[in-house]
């Protein structure tokens, strides 16, 4: 593992360091001993080591390329029943005084909280990296970059904007409770911004391609087929007719599956949106969806042996991850939770305790979330799916939008859209929208398919708190009456 420095292109010094290098086991320990011995009930110690490679280039032309590293700790105690937070970044911490009460101004809960009891767990889970990223040198990887750029302006294509991230991320979790998880997550991925124009129309395209792993999650073919569908979709939908508007029976792809599982119902499922007016709240154990579909947020969700990218092991309290049925044959099973919800609320721990990094305290959040069939045997191919509708519309690819977790609705942008008539898609449309109450739309689900795309293609993150890495696509949906467009 290495500390990067940036002095231009070439000028990237690299120090080999691990975490427990950077920030002492001892001083972590020290931290969890003085705060105990003042009487604390528990102590949290989440020490991070973040080390990240970023190179924008728009229209030709490197905007952005630099390296970053952030270490510290975040410390939570509960004392006298009251939580609080702080956190000290790692050149502070041999100097902190880690008992003075004025470290209770920087985070502070104003509500007598109880942590929900489990037991400890001690492991360490580093990723494997077949290229591991540090070995790879600045040169390939911004040549790397600088094909991908170029390789997307063809036919009428105007401006492509390409971000490249990659970031190390190890953590080392200690607590009073006897807790000792250390974990090394290597994420890497790129993304294209693709305008085209035609006739003064213009129509904007994105592409991702991103994963845990090393430099190999980043293959040539991949990304050129990435780059590819990403200068043809935003080329094919300048020279589009307008897509109608109205109520449709539509197949949605799986990165609109994601959308929906996600933005639609997932926050709202999040068990701290409970103290603000969950649509969900008073709803647990009732039927709220179609009873061909479950709603999964998974935390070590794999296919075909590629992690999602929201996969962790553990999430930021130590909890193990694990599979969360929030709906359950159309039955809403669970809400998501950390150790503050789930003794609040009385519900079961699922590991959804998430930070951004070591500077902001942990909350509830989503990992990998996603709509499946409720058996496997009722799952549709995906031209299968095509046949059931019939004619109606295929749309492909979200856009960002809006939604409100308190009454179910929302805006999301599509990027694709195409006629379908007998099964058979026969024309390309503008981009456009689709809207909704969710506990609707999920009721209107007809069919599921059982086709994954690749976990590669929905990289992303969530912005509830800062950003935390999510992903994971999932099945086609074929749904009755959505509302395409405005």
């Known amino acids: 593992m ?24 001892e001083y972590l320990e020290k931290i969890i001993d003085a705060w105990s011995r003042k009487g604390a009930e528990y102590v949290e110690c989440r020490a991070e080591v973040r080390k990240s490679l970023r190179i924008e280039i728009r229209d030709h032309e490197i905007k952005r390329f630099d390296s970053s590293f952030s270490s510290g700790v975040a410390v939570r105690v509960v004392i ?46 580093i990723v494997e990296e077949k290229r591991p990223l540090i070995d790879v040198g600045i040169e390939e990887k911004l040549k790397f970059v600088k094909n991908s750029h170029e390789r997307a302006f063809k036919d009428i294509v105007k ?26 997550i290597p994420y890497v991925i790129i993304r294209h911004e693709v305008t085209a ?79 603000v007016g969950s649509i969900l709240k008073g709803k647990l154990g009732k039927k709220i969806a179609s009873p061909l579909i479950n709603i999964v947020d998974d935390g070590r969700f794999e296919l075909n042996g590629v992690k999602g990218f929201g996969w962790i092991p553990y999430d930021d309290e130590g909890t193990p991850t694990e599979r969360t049925l929030i709906i359950e044959r159309g039955v809403l ?40 069939p409720s058996s496997p045997d009722i799952g549709y191919k ?39 008539k007998n099964g058979e898609i ?21 069919a599921v398919g059982r086709e994954f795309d690749p976990p590669q293609k929905s990289a992303g993150f969530c912005g509830k708190v800062g950003l935390v890495p999510v992903g994971v696509t999932g099945p086609w949906l074929l749904i009755k009456n959505l509302i395409v467009g405005g």
């Open 159 to 184: 401006t492509v904007s390409t971000t490249y991230n990659e970031e190390i991320v190890e953590k080392l979790i200690l607590t009073s409770e006897g807790t000792d998880i250390l974990l090394r």
């Open 80 to 125: 006298n029943g009251k939580l609080h937070f702080f956190s000290i970044s790692a050149g502070e911490l041999p100097h902190a005084n880690i008992v003075e009460e004025k470290v209770f101004s920087q985070r502070d809960w104003l509500w007598s909280v109880k942590l929900k009891e489990r037991e400890s767990f001690k492991d360490k889970v």
């Open 197 to 275: 124009e035609v006739d003064g129309k213009i129509n904007a395209a994105r592409g991702i391609w991103g994963g845990i792993g090393g430099f190999e999650v980043m293959d040539e073919e991949d990304i050129s087929k990435m780059t590819d569908e990403t200068s043809k979709s935003a080329c094919d939908g300048a020279r589009a007719r307008r897509c109608p508007s109205g109520k449709f029976r539509v197949v949605l792809d799986g990165d609109l599956n994601h959308l929906l599982a996600h933005e639609a119902l997932g926050h709202a499922a999040e068990a701290d949106s409970l103290r």
């Open 2 to 25: 290495l500390i990067w420095s940036l002095f231009g292109i070439r000028g990237f010094i690299m120090i080999e360091a691990t975490i427990e290098n950077i920030i002492s086991r």
């Open 333 to 372: 099973k669970s809400f998501m939770t950390d150790r503050i919800t789930a003794e609040e609320y009385g519900l079961r721990l699922t590991g959804n305790a998430r930070a951004q990094d070591w500077t902001l305290p942990s909350v509830v959040r989503m990992r990998n979330t996603f709509i499946e």
């Open 426 to 446: 026969v024309e390309r449309l503008s981009s456009t929208s689709i809207s909704g109450n969710i506990l609707v739309v999920l009721k209107n689900v007809e």
């Open 382 to 420: 995906n031209e299968e799916l095509l046949q059931e509708l019939r004619d109606g519309l295929l749309l492909k690819t979200g856009r960002g939008g809006q939604v409100d977790p308190t009454r179910g609705v929302f805006t999301f942008g599509v990027q694709e859209a195409f006629l379908v």
